[in-house]
Nanobody
Framework: QVQLVESGGGLVQPGGSLRLSCATS????????MGWYRQAPGKQRELVAS?????TVNYVDSVRGRFTISRHGSSLSLQMNSLKPEDTAVYYC???????????????WGQGTQVVVYP
C-alpha cells in the first residue's frame, strides 16, 4: 500500500524559510519521478516542483530560485526560502509523470502539510 506522509509545514513570516519532507513507502522510490504540489484556499491544486529519477528538476515560475526540490533514500524534500504570503497553501507530494508544468499523479493524496506565510 502506497503511503505519502508530508511534514514540516508551519507558520512563518515573509522572507522566512521552511523545509518540507515527504516520507514514502509501498513503492520503489528510486524508479519513480516525484513532485511537490500545493493547494491554496479556493484554488486548484498545482504542481510546484518535480524531480526525475536522474535528478532533473523543474519548477513553476513563481517559485524558481526560491524553492529547491531534492530526493534522498525514500524521502522527498522541498527547501523553501524567501517565502511570500502567496506561498500559503497545503503542500502535498506524489509520484507521477511530469512534463514541464503538466503532471499526472499516480497515487491518492496524503494529508498534506500546511504552510502559512503571514505578513
Amino acid at each position: 500500500q502506497v503511503q505519502l506522509v508530508e511534514s514540516g509545514g508551519g507558520l512563518v513570516q515573509p522572507g522566512g524559510s521552511l523545509r518540507l519532507s515527504c516520507a514514502t513507502s509501498g513503492f520503489i522510490f528510486s524508479i519513480n519521478d516525484m513532485g511537490w504540489y500545493r493547494q491554496a484556499p479556493g484554488k486548484q491544486r498545482e504542481l510546484v516542483a518535480s524531480i526525475s529519477t536522474h535528478g532533473t528538476v523543474n519548477y513553476v515560475d513563481s517559485v524558481r530560485g526560491r524553492f529547491t526540490i531534492s530526493r534522498h533514500g525514500s524521502s522527498l524534500s522541498l527547501q523553501m526560502n524567501s517565502l511570500k504570503p502567496e506561498d500559503t497553501a497545503v503542500y502535498y507530494c506524489n509520484r507521477g509523470a511530469f512534463s514541464g508544468r503538466y503532471s499526472y499523479p499516480f497515487d491518492a493524496w496524503g494529508q498534506g502539510t500546511q504552510v502559512v506565510v503571514y505578513p
